[in-house]
């Protein structure tokens, strides 16, 4: 990990202790918080960065047709209705 890429993780951590202090008492948010700083640390330990950086980038466009395909190849329905509520 370059010391770039260290800065950047602990900045994105420090906004997410931020986050998870302003959630209150809400120990699924909280939990979820925390499993986010941890698999962001990981992955920025992991040489994913860039991968990170470009998903992140991506979040919300739709998806291309590629995309899509192989999401079917995964067996994911992309029909089906979304998740609602938290769930342990």
Known sequence: MTTEDE???HRLCDL???VDKRIGDEPLLSAAVKKAALGLSIAFIH???AKVEDLAQN???ELSD???EHLRSCGIDLDAPLPTGTQN
């Open 7 to 9: 800065s950047e993780l």
């Open 59 to 61: 979040l919300g466009r």
């Open 47 to 49: 040489g994913f960065r």
């Open 16 to 18: 997410l202790r931020i």
């Open 66 to 68: 590629a995309d899509k």
